[in-house]
């Protein structure tokens, strides 16, 4: 079993930045993938940054050049994954997913974290 826990939400003006925590921990063993997704109000959920199974990273076109994952792999029992949000527009507006996926096919999320964009 995975569990995924994020952090690092909140609200902020058009051009600031946040950072976001993703800790998964439990049989971190069985992760194939790991990123983070998004949903705004209205709106289906969309990638915006993930690291796929062979080890390289896609970003959604809308955040390239604006965000940045990047993921811890240490010998503790933890994996923990960040993504730094720069240039923040309002159209960032979302709450935020962290997501693992295993090497059985079963997708793992967390609860969400809330990112305001005010103009």
């Known amino acids: 079993q995975v569990r995924v826990v994020e952090s690092g939400g909140g609200l902020v003006q058009a051009g600031g930045s946040l950072r976001l925590s993703c800790v998964a921990s439990g049989s971190i063993f069985l992760i194939n993938t790991m990123g983070w997704y998004r949903q705004a109000p209205g709106k289906q959920r969309e990638l915006v940054a993930a690291?796929?199974?062979?080890?390289?990273?896609?970003?959604?076109d809308s955040v390239k050049g604006r965000f940045t994952i990047s993921r811890d792999i240490t010998i503790s029992r933890d994996n923990t994954m960040y993504l730094q949000m720069n240039s923040l527009k309002p159209e960032d507006t979302a709450a935020y997913y962290c997501?693992?996926?295993?090497?059985?096919?079963?997708?793992?999320w967390g609860q969400g974290s809330q990112v305001v964009v005010s103009s």
């Open positions: 997501h693992a996926g295993s090497r059985t096919g079963r997708d793992y």
């Open positions: 690291f796929t199974s062979g080890g390289t990273i896609n970003y959604a």
